[in-house]
């Protein structure tokens, strides 16, 4: 069984730019989060995504935005890239939304670059 | 706001030690999650502990969790080098927001 599939896995992009990183679930998984990992801030929960509508959101700007698609892939959105959004991201999945009973299923993550 | 406190942050073992890492969560909750990173890589699912008392076990490592006390430790037995990796501890706020401790860096000398 395939596990979660993140791409790129790097990516180096100029201050003031945009990006947009993508997540495929394990299949029959319909929920997808997002979460950023940083050495400063360790990690910190993004937004959460399930039957292609966001339920819970973190404490970030609104230049973090994402979306998710009827086949339950999800892309997230980094619009005006500063220095500080250099990090790690990682997607993980589950099953359903709020199934505390399961473990995330962490994807590899896009490591970010921002210079 | 759920605030989740791990301690040590830094761990340096001798291999064949024994040493227990410490999880303290802020809010009342039954479900704390354990994972192990691993430098570059993601986050791997060690144990889910769903209730006041639980007891996991696989191989070196056992969770455990005691809900009053808002206490979860990760006790490492007889430490070997491949145990060497970040071990988080993580509590479920709301959703899928997990809110994950600052993590403990774990070295087994050999």
């Known amino acids: 069984k395939a596990g979660v599939t993140q791409t790129p896995r790097y990516l180096i992009k100029t201050r003031g730019q945009q990006v947009t990183l993508s997540c495929s679930p394990i299949s029959g998984h319909r929920s997808v989060s997002w979460y950023q990992q940083t050495p400063g801030q360790g990690l910190q929960f993004l937004f959460e995504y399930f039957s292609e509508t966001q339920r819970n959101k973190g404490n970030f700007p609104g230049r973090f935005s994402g979306r998710q698609f009827s086949n339950s892939r999800s892309e997230m959105n980094v619009s005006t890239l500063e220095l500080g959004d250099s990090a790690l991201y990682l997607c993980a999945s589950s099953r359903n939304q709020g199934n505390r009973d399961s473990p995330l299923h962490f994807g590899n993550g896009t490591r970010l670059t921002v210079t | 706001e759920l605030k989740v406190e791990q301690n040590p942050l830094f761990l340096s073992m001798q291999e064949g030690k024994n040493y227990t890492i410490y999880c303290n969560y802020s809010t009342t909750s039954d479900r704390l999650y354990w994972y192990r990173q691993d430098p570059g890589k993601s986050l791997e699912s060690l144990f889910v502990?769903?209730?006041?008392?639980a007891v996991k076990q696989e191989g070196r490592l056992m969770a455990s969790l005691d809900t009053k006390a808002r206490l979860s430790t990760l006790h490492i037995t007889a430490a070997v080098h491949d145990l060497s990796a970040t071990y988080f501890c993580?509590?479920?706020?709301?959703?899928?927001?997990?809110?994950f401790g600052a993590g403990t860096i774990l070295r087994v000398k050999s």
């Open positions: 502990l769903l209730s006041n008392g």
């Open positions: 993580a509590s479920m706020e709301y959703g899928n927001k997990l809110v």
